[in-house]
């Protein structure tokens, strides 16, 4: 099956492009992109040089995917750039820009959903099926992992993390890692409880909320030290119990913590 192509859009000779894409009005594809399958790119946006783009995606009007990092000491002449798996959904204005340094890729999986104006900074590491509205903006370095929903205007600082089927709400400042299957709200961020809407949708079973509510009392309603709690969390009878210690041992700036 042939491309769709609109007359009035732009295409780069080197880029590359498979079947059965539907190019819209004044869209502009740069040099040494290389677009699969099935992918709908709506009037104005703009896949700028290096990208890299799977299987049916959704580019909505004027988002501008690949761009330089907003990096002071970046030299446009690096070659670096963005990579997008299949099926994702981008909608307008968001921006998404390429690694700051060579061979460094900005990296966004699977089934990901992003809002009107949400904004990834370089180097950023985005998993699958991750939920993100609007007016977002996301530091550089951060990392996402599955199943995350990030509220409207959350302002994530750089190198934070955020945990798997962790939810954000709106408004809040993150300058440290999310936890994973928490919710985090406020400015500052603060854990408020589990994400316990989210993880049932998830599939999560009764047994599995038990486990991360006992959890929650281990990290919060106690008065052990870090290397305890790790501890006795990795002594639950539970793979997400593991994975929560784990996620917080390799924190690099800390997690947000809740009141008191």
Known sequence: ????????????????????????????????VVLGDDNRLASHCVIKR??????GNRVAEHAVIGGDPQDLSFDPATPSRVEIGND???????????????GIVTRLGNTNYLMVEVHVAHDCQLADDIVIA???G??????????????????VHQFVRIGR?????????LTQDALPYMITDG???RARGLNSVGL???????????????????????????????????????????????????????????DG
């Not at 042939?2 to 502009?28: E, F, K, W």
């Not at 290096?50 to 299987?55: E, H, I, Q, V």
């Not at 919060?220 to 790790?230: K, N, Q, W, Y």
């Open 1 to 32: 099956m042939s491309n769709h192509i609109h007359p009035t859009a732009i295409i780069a000779d080197s880029a590359r492009l498979g079947q059965g894409n539907h190019i819209g009005p004044y869209v502009v594809i740069e040099d040494d």
């Open 50 to 55: 290096y990208c890299r783009m799977g299987n």
């Open 88 to 102: 994702n959904v981008l909608r307008e204005y968001v921006t998404i820009h390429r690694g700051s340094k060579a």
């Open 134 to 136: 609007p007016a977002t």
């Open 138 to 155: 996301i530091g550089g370095h951060v990392h996402i992992e599955t199943r995350a929903f990030i509220s409207g205007g959350v302002m």
């Open 165 to 173: 089927q962790a939810m954000i709400g709106g408004n809040t400042k």
């Open 187 to 189: 400015v500052p961020g």
């Open 200 to 258: 049932r949708r998830a599939g999560f079973g009764r047994e599995d909320m038990r486990a991360l509510k006992q959890a929650w009392r281990v990290l919060f309603e106690g008065h052990d030290s870090l290397d305890a709690i790790l501890a006795r969390l990795r002594e639950l009878d539970s793979a997400h119990c593991r994975y929560l210690a784990d996620f917080i041992a390799e924190s690099k700036r800390g997690f947000h913590r809740a």
